[in-house]
């Protein structure tokens, strides 16, 4: 790869996607389709200091490809990025977002704005997502720290992007999941029970849909609990993760394997 | 009837080389210095938003003198090849010697083959790894490059700046005495340079994979006091 020099009329400017599409480094607009295993179930929900993140930890072909999947990646130190679907194109999507945001950054000595990542993944969605069956969905969640708030952008599937006030959910284990949000949100949130009803809506999802992973006690291995705040990207440790499922496991186990007429 | 007269070779790389300088020694110069645990990159530069020195990737940092519109571009460059390669690759396959070259090369043509040489001089800095040493690569107008062991002076004043920081800097210091040392170098003994004409960087490892930092006025202030 020699020196990527342009002159100003066909210069790629501080997009790395443009530089990486026009110089063939990224293929993104790939045809046909391959079996590749799916991702699935991410949640996110809005509180009073920023937004919290749940996920899975299973990538699922025609059986369990993985069990320790991170669905839930730091784009940048106040955005993080989730994916549903393929998981080859999840990747190169998380990657190619990361790379992104850090190139402009680099090349404009300044940061992008919140929306303005979230606009800028709009058309590599829709140009993936309309190429070929491998299709990927994300969720985009971050600190603005020009409005002091935390925000959540979800895509559809030809790259539309909506904002979010209240909660999102993505990928096959999503209509379980957004039942319980819809039963158990609040616009006044605190931390704690964002947290609560993020894992109890991934609870749901993971009990009800045979390709998303709930938590598994037998290999000590927990969803993925982040959050988004004026702090920054934080990720829970896996040992208050791992407690919090197995109350709620607990007291599923008292009722009968239902909640039991509230939401817990 | 258009009449070519003869221009000696000689002749042709001096004309040019002398253009060359002229266009750099009219901007003002920076200088590059490894301090015990990093290394820093102070250039003199009125404006604060024309930068010369720029982050390139997690261990390497850019600098330039000369023509802005000329060493911009290569910077840009820098910054598109060293992600480009850290994409197709891994992180640690992304070297700034292998960036140094394809500058030196770059210039080396245009001074030679373009229609009139680069107005500039370029440096890429490296702080060492597990893999790589510490190390600041010069880059000059007709592509010559140069491996410099401590500190590395580029500008149209660079040898009596040179010799004014090597008086100072017979041993590596902290950052403090470091940066104290090339301000001094730059400004001269008649000279003060405001705080605010400085652009100071530095790559030093903080816990994260991103090692550039700019320093802003209040930083450098404190650190001059």
């Keep these: 790869m020699g020196l ?124 993936n997502n309309l190429s070929t069956p491998l299709i990927v969905l994300p969720l985009l969640a971050g600190w603005d720290p020009s409005h002091q708030i935390g925000r959540l952008f979800e895509y559809d599937g030809a790259g539309g992007c909506y904002e979010r006030f209240d909660f999102a959910t993505i990928g096959s284990g999503s209509p379980f999941a957004e039942s319980a949000l819809r039963l158990g949100f609040r616009s006044d949130l605190d931390r704690e029970a964002a947290l609560e009803l993020g894992a109890l809506a991934l609870y749901e999802a993971g009990d009800n849909d045979p390709a998303t992973g709930g938590p598994d006690f037998v290999r000590d291995l927990f969803p993925m609990m982040v959050t988004i705040t004026e702090a920054g990207f934080q990720e829970l440790a896996g040992a208050e993760v791992g407690a919090r499922f197995r109350s709620i496991n607990d007291r599923r186990t008292q009722s009968g394997g239902v909640a039991g007429g509230t939401l817990r | ?160 700046i040179r010799e004014r920081f090597a008086a100072s800097e017979e041993v590596i210091h902290p950052l403090k005495e470091t940066l104290k040392n090339a301000v001094n170098a730059l400004a001269g003994p008649e000279r003060n340079i405001p705080t605010a004409d400085l652009e100071v960087g530095i790559l030093e490892d903080r816990g994260n994979r991103r090692t550039f930092l700019r320093l802003d006025d209040a930083q450098v202030s404190e650190l001059l006091s």
């Design chain 1, 4 to 127: 990527p020099l342009f002159s100003a009329h066909n210069d790629p400017g501080p997009s790395f996607f443009h530089y990486a599409e026009g110089s063939g480094l990224a293929n993104a607009s790939a045809h046909g389709s391959a079996e590749s295993p799916h991702a699935t179930t991410v949640i996110a929900v809005r509180y009073n200091a920023g937004v919290v993140m749940v996920a899975d930890r299973q990538a699922t072909g025609f059986y369990i490809a993985s069990r320790d999947v991170r669905k839930i990646e730091a784009a940048d130190r106040f955005t993080a990025i989730a994916i549903s679907g393929t998981a080859a194109r999840g990747i190169e999507f998380i990657k190619m977002a990361q790379l992104s945001f850090e190139h402009y950054e680099k090349m404009t000595d300044s940061s992008l704005s919140l929306e303005g990542k979230a606009n800028y993944l709009s058309p590599i969605i829709q140009r």
């Design chain 2, 1 to 160: 009837m258009t009449n070519y007269f003869y221009v000696s070779p000689e002749q042709l790389i001096k004309d040019r080389a002398e253009f060359a300088q002229k266009g750099i020694a009219r901007g003002r110069s920076m200088v590059a210095a490894i301090y015990d645990i990093g290394v820093l990159l102070v250039a003199e530069n009125p404006s604060a938003s024309l930068n010369k020195i720029s982050e390139v990737y997690d261990r390497i940092a850019f600098a330039g003198v000369g023509k802005y519109n000329e060493f911009d571009r290569l910077r840009e460059a820098g910054i598109r090849w060293a992600d480009g390669t850290g994409f197709t690759y891994s992180r640690e396959d992304v070297d700034a010697r292998a960036l140094a070259n394809y500058y030196a090369q770059h210039l080396g043509d245009m001074f030679t083959e373009g229609q009139k040489p680069l107005e500039v001089e370029i440096l890429v800095a490296q702080l060492g790894s597990k893999f790589r040493p510490t190390k600041l690569y010069r880059v000059a107008y007709e592509g010559t490059i140069s491996d410099e062991a401590r500190f590395a002076v580029l500008g149209g004043d660079a040898e009596t």
